[in-house]
Nanobody
Framework: QLVESGGGSVQAGGSLTLSCEVSGYKDSTSYNHYCMAWFRQAPGKERELVASMDANGVVRYAESVEGRSLISRAYPKKGLNLQMNGLKSEDSGMYYC??????????????YGQGTQVTVS
């Protein structure tokens, strides 16, 4: 189960930290075997990857957020955070926490949470 929080309305140039509470993994070791990610979807657009972290700790960011975002795993509660700075209006959308269905994957086949809305004005 994936439960997102931390969304809201923010002025352009501001910052937000999104959090995802993750359950269903036996322990932190098991949790670390799965790629975790944040996706977002703006109205009328397809869902896109914002940032991901795989089982080897390799991190990927969308070009549009690189340099002003940080994805991290949270312990001991097995969470996932996304810190975003210098927010722009184009960052607005529904943000989804994602967990790969397979061990050692690349977040290409995921479970998703219900999402948290981010609005930048």
């Amino acid at each position: 189960q994936l439960v997102e929080s931390g969304g809201g309305s923010v002025q352009a140039g501001g910052s937000l930290t999104l959090s995802c509470e993750v359950s269903g993994y036996k322990d932190s070791t098991s949790y670390n075997h799965y790629c975790m990610a944040w996706f977002r979807q703006a109205p009328g657009k397809e869902r896109e990857l914002v940032a991901s972290m795989d089982a080897n700790g390799v991190v990927r960011y969308a070009e549009s957020v690189e340099g002003r975002s940080l994805i991290s795993r949270a312990y001991p509660k097995k969470g996932l955070n996304l810190q975003m700075n210098g927010l722009k209006s184009e960052d607005s959308g529904m943000y989804y926490c994602a967990a790969d269905r397979r061990r050692f994957g690349r977040c290409e086949d995921n479970y998703y949470g219900q999402g948290t809305q981010v609005t930048v004005s």
